[in-house]
């Protein structure tokens, strides 16, 4: 069957060079649901999927998270096994905290 889409020449709107959106590449849009052509060539999507730390969707490339730093841990004492553990909350003390082996047997419980 052959494809009702043609070769376009687009140009990119960070850097002005023009760039080929291809019939496959048109094919492939549309297949997706994507109504609009890309805005920029494929270096300034690449940069900016870099400098974003996304796919340039809007989707994180870190496993679906947002990138960030280092997550501060707080030490504490578990309030099952009584060794120390590292939790990523300041712990109140009006509620126990779990050591992560602990926390997993306790969640599996539920």
Not at 24 to 35: D, H, I, P, Y
Not at 44 to 51: L, N, Q, S
Not at 74 to 84: D, I, L, M, W
Request: aromatic share 10%; hydrophobic share 25%; proline share 5%.
């Amino acid at each position: 069957m052959l494809s009702s889409y043609q070769d376009r020449v687009l140009t990119c709107k960070d850097c002005g060079n023009q760039f080929v959106f291809t019939a496959g590449e048109q094919e492939f849009f549309a297949a997706r649901g994507l109504m609009h052509a890309p805005g920029r060539c494929p270096t300034c999507r690449a940069a900016r999927k870099a400098r974003n730390g996304t796919d340039g969707h809007g989707n994180y490339d870190n496993g679906g998270r947002a990138a960030r730093g280092q997550r501060e841990l707080y030490a504490t004492v578990c309030s099952n096994c009584g060794k120390e553990a590292l939790v990523p909350f300041v712990p109140r003390g009006d509620k126990p905290v779990y050591c992560s082996s602990c926390y997993e047997q306790i969640r599996s419980y539920r």
